[in-house]
């Protein structure tokens, strides 16, 4: 069964923009596997989201800012669509389907934890001699030790932390998964107007952070004007 | 510069830079960004900071990840039968099938299955529910002798109460751990509590010594389940006066706890063997716990759930009676129509008689 779902998963995935969009271009092989899947076939679900898992974790992972977060919300997200994938009709690409389910997972997961945390990070700590300011170990290296080992990558993280929720979610789907600006707003459910504002303002403020981490320093700034690469 | 500050829209930038606009939108930009020092820096910003994220390596999934959501996956279909399987459409709807057999069925099965007397049900349940631990030529509790007879010593006490997990745990010394077991289960069963997890200690001649049981029922009836469980222990501890009245008193204490933390669902019996108990717990020992419990201080809420069991057989009778009022007019209509035949026979009878 593996063998035969594989084989025709891989007619099915290996086009990238995922041929699943929509009824109409769904081949016979697609509505097989779907409603196999619909049925509860895991071998048909997992045909399905072959190569899904890794973008989501990565999604989740630039959302939560840790692996193991990152991992049991991808593991919920495709746990939920196989469950749900009785209502998934085809209305919305699948990639759309089940990257909005990632979102919710990813901002549920962020919600509880905003719940659990309930200090401000700027808000001094009294200690026996003074105050000072509050430290978190956490899974983001200080920016100084990022820099200093040259991890961008890791600095990036940093920073992405630091911007709202649905900013970073904004961009994430852009600029690193990219999406173009009306899957956004069909996986977000949100105005195209407001995917131009949130991306914008957050590409701004991430701009900030990761000049304040210096992280432009060696990089040609202003050399090039116009936005003819779109 | 001529530009410290613009209020030229930002989206339009960065939007621009994505090749989103419209061609009217992006002559704007263009017009704009000639004459605007201050938003072509700002556009080379949004473009340092799209390449850098553009930069970032994708994550991969951990090596054991595909592992585990496979075992999830199938785990979640078994726990999901909708989900189930890839069989004909009349395969699938078996189990509406059965849902609907089973509903004709039951005006038959209540009809069919043992009536008890009022307030004998407590234990009833105890032959189905303990068959898996009560030896095989054990009695029925329905045919055993209430009478005290036994040395058989049944203690309860109260071991903790954790706040924290909403639970506690009651110890109770048995003759027979596993006639105690198959006691506790029938208990268990007439509040509808689930027993979530169950451990037993055997010794080495294959006798059980040791069981411990998870029950969880709904916070209504833990008191009831509790006082059930408490009971099972003093009402035999008193039968052997072993300090009665400081365990009464002590018992007092933690039924005023459990009525004030009625929020609890989760109860752990754990069973022990007394070695002081000299002769083995009869059923019918547990058939006097039963009898006492109705006859002495049975509580309201436990006669209730006792009761149940005739509400349900009652509710059957009336399905029943439903079932069959509701094919009245086929019957009506046979009826008659054999009656017609009858009479129809019986005048060519006489028609060629005379």
């Known amino acids: 069964m593996r063998e035969c779902t594989s084989g025709a998963a891989s007619v099915i995935l290996n086009s990238d923009e995922m041929s699943l969009k929509g009824t109409r271009g769904k081949s016979v092989d697609e509505q097989r596997m779907l409603s196999l899947a619909r049925e509860g076939e895991v071998a048909a679900f997992e045909a399905l989201i072959e190569g899904y898992e890794d973008k989501i974790y990565s999604l989740a992972f630039r959302m939560l800012g840790n692996s193991e977060d990152a991992r049991d919300a991808a593991q919920e997200t495709l746990l939920k669509a196989y469950s749900g994938l009785q209502r998934f009709r085809g209305d919305a690409s699948f990639s759309t389907w089940i990257y909005r389910i990632a979102k919710n997972v990813c901002l549920d997961i962020l919600r509880r934890r905003s719940k659990q945390r309930t200090y401000s990070l700027d808000e001094p700590m009294e200690l026996g001699d003074g105050e000072v300011s509050r430290q978190f170990a956490g899974d983001m290296p200080a920016p100084e030790d990022v820099v200093m080992h040259g991890e961008v990558r890791d600095s990036i993280n940093s920073a992405l932390a630091e911007i709202s929720e649905h900013h970073r979610v904004v961009i994430i789907l852009r600029d690193i998964e990219g999406f173009t600006y009306e899957e956004i707003a069909n996986i977000l459910e949100i105005e195209l107007g407001t995917v131009k504002s949130r991306l914008y303002r957050a590409r701004a403020s991430l701009h900030e952070i990761l000049s304040e981490m210096e992280l432009f320093r060696d990089r040609a700034v202003g050399q090039s004007e116009g936005g003819d690469d779109g | ?354």
């Open chain 2, 1 to 354: 510069m001529r530009h410290t500050t613009c209020d030229f829209p930002g989206e339009l930038l960065s939007a621009y830079l994505d090749n989103e606009v419209t061609e009217s939108e992006s002559a704007r930009v263009r017009g704009h960004l000639q004459d605007c020092a201050h938003c072509r820096r700002r556009l080379e910003q949004l473009r340092e900071t799209r390449e850098i994220l553009s930069e970032v390596p994708s994550q991969s999934v951990p090596s054991s990840f595909r592992r585990q959501l496979r075992a999830d996956l199938l785990r979640h279909k078994e726990d999901k039968p909708g989900l189930r399987g890839s069989g004909s459409g009349w395969l699938r709807r078996m189990p509406m099938v059965a849902a609907v057999l089973l509903l004709l069925l039951l005006p038959v099965a209540g009809l069919y299955s043992h009536v008890s007397a009022p307030g004998e049900p407590l234990m009833m349940s105890m032959r189905a529910v303990g068959e898996d631990d009560a030896p095989a030529d054990a009695p029925q509790l329905e045919s055993a002798d209430p009478e005290p007879e036994t040395d058989a010593q049944m203690l309860s006490e109260v071991l903790r109460v954790d706040e924290a997990e909403r639970s506690e745990s009651i110890i109770l010394h048995v003759a027979d751990v596993q006639e105690g077991t198959a006691a506790l289960a029938a208990l268990a069963d007439t509040v509808d509590a689930e027993v979530q997890s169950h451990e037993q200690v055997w010794d080495a001649d294959g006798y059980l010594k040791e069981s411990e049981s998870l029950l969880q029922v709904d916070s209504d009836s833990y008191a009831i389940l509790r006082e059930g469980v408490l009971r099972m222990g003093t009402l035999a501890r008193q039968r052997v006066e072993a300090d009665p009245v400081v365990h009464r008193d002590e018992m007092s204490r933690e039924f005023a706890a459990a009525e004030e933390a009625d929020q609890r669902t989760h109860l752990r019996v754990v069973m022990m063997v007394d070695d002081e108990t000299i002769s083995d717990v009869q059923l019918d020992e547990l058939c006097l716990v039963r009898t006492q419990l109705e006859e002495t201080t049975f509580p309201a809420q436990l006669r209730e759930a006792a009761a149940r069991s005739w509400t349900v057989f009652g509710a059957h009778v009336a399905y029943a009676v439903l079932w069959i009022a509701a094919r009245i007019p086929h019957l009506i209509f046979v009826s008659l129509l054999v009656v017609t035949v009858i009479f129809a026979l019986s005048a060519h009878r006489r028609k060629d008689s005379a």
